[in-house]
DNA sequence: TCTTTGTCAACTGTCAACAGTTGGACGGAG
DNA sequence: CTCCGTCCAACTGTTGACAGTTGACAAAGA
């Protein structure tokens, strides 16, 4: 039994690093849902390892913000109040405005040729599913990696992963998918064109229009300057 | 001799965290240079604590970019190359121009009053010195305070501090005080008349001014599209 | 002299046990 | 029935010891 979880950690490397990666995608995969407690000897045993890895790896996942620790209780996975993945949206816009940016200034026609191609497979592959956009995530992933910048690109990611664990609290939202690919389209357009203003402002708006069916789905008003309540 | 060092760390809370605390100092303090390891076992017994809690608080640093763990090797001083040291001046760049949106968006006029105070007050004692200015830094802290978002801000400021400590890695670069507390004035000005779009050009603007000083200062070239050595 | 290989000390990764704290269950008083 | 104080089990924080790896030094060979 103590290599039954732990069969999923028999790569090469530390204990503690494929710790990390095994609890990352048990969190993002909703395996522990938010707000469940890390039971530190009951995981340690489960993946075969001890306790000093496992909290080597539960410090490193609290620094990206998928796990909230606190003294003497535990580490729990993370729960956002409407503030936070307010906050959080801004600072995808941040980012990827700023990506954008730079994405004019420094990407090819090939790269940004790949991209609209990208777009437009990945929209009739839409159209033939009932709704859903399951690109999204993908498109904007690759959008951060042209923008040629690493440290920004890893940072842009860690918050989309915040978002999209924020998100997994909510049953699914109602489905935006069409006009997120519109806006999709139109962005690849103006990088196309090299016209950063015009591709700022629409990544502005995509996100804008993001944020509020998430702060929807979630059951929140849609301008939250307040705080709210924790479980 | 167990609480020489120790005494340092001897407030409330876990070893763990108080541990942070102690050698995150060391390192923007410079007690610790660039580059250098930390050995566990000194400075552990340093300290007068056990590996266990300095290793967690090693991970944590790592995250915040502050260290560089290598397995089997140890935990290094964080040292940057050109190419690094440009990336982060690009997330300095995102945060600080969607954040002056945000203060021309939700910050009040009094608050603006308050930060203009503050560079005029600043401004004078530097004038007093020789040419240095010392608060350049709490500016760009009060500026990212007045956005509201807490995450933004810790981000940022995380930013900020790798910066600092890259900036560490070099002798002073030639003052650029007159012309930066100019560029602050100025950007407040624009938060004052609520223009957006024109307090963020200046931004941006004086970062590019505040990326070159640095580039320089550390000995590389302006445009660092090629990384460096690593000693 | 330069390269190669074997050995070793120092250090990191990991473990199992100990100590202190927390939240809740239990029981009694009002 | 509710509220409050006590006690306890479960869990986290910390420790010291063991095991495996790394880089360097020294000896042997070309």
Redesign the interface.
């Known amino acids: 039994m103590s290599d039954e979880a732990g069969a999923a950690l028999t790569r090469d490397?530390?204990f503690?690093?494929r710790t990390e990666i095994v609890i990352r995608d048990m969190i993002l995969d909703g395996t522990i849902p938010p707000g469940e407690r890390l039971n530190e000897v009951a995981l340690a045993s489960a993946l075969g390892i001890s306790r000093?890895p496992l909290?080597?790896a539960i410090?490193?996942l609290?620094?990206?913000g998928l796990l909230t620790v606190i003294?003497h209780r535990g580490a729990f996975v993370r729960t956002f109040e409407a503030r936070?993945l307010d906050?959080?949206y801004?600072?995808r816009?941040?980012?990827e405005?700023?990506?954008v940016r730079?994405i004019c200034r420094r990407a090819d026609d090939e790269q940004l040729g790949d991209l609209a191609a990208f777009v437009a497979d990945t929209g009739l592959a839409m159209d033939d599913s009932n709704g859903r956009y399951p690109a999204d995530r993908d498109f904007h992933r690759r959008l951060l990696a042209l923008a040629g910048?690493?440290?920004?690109e890893r940072?842009a990611l860690d918050t989309q992963a915040q978002i999209s664990l924020a998100r997994s609290m909510s049953a699914q939202a109602p489905s935006r998918a069409k006009a997120a690919l519109d806006e999709h389209q139109a962005i690849v357009d103006a990088l196309r064109s090299r016209e950063p203003d015009v591709a700022v402002r629409l990544v502005q708006q995509h996100l804008e229009h993001a944020r509020s069916g998430a702060l929807a789905a979630l059951g929140f008003t849609d301008d939250p300057r307040k705080g709210n309540e924790t479980p």
Request: aromatic share 6%; charged share 25%; net charge negative.
């Open positions: 490397g530390t503690s690093r000093g909290r080597e410090q490193r609290a620094g990206e003294s936070e906050e959080l801004d600072m816009c941040a980012f405005m700023y990506a730079l910048n690493t440290t920004l940072a």
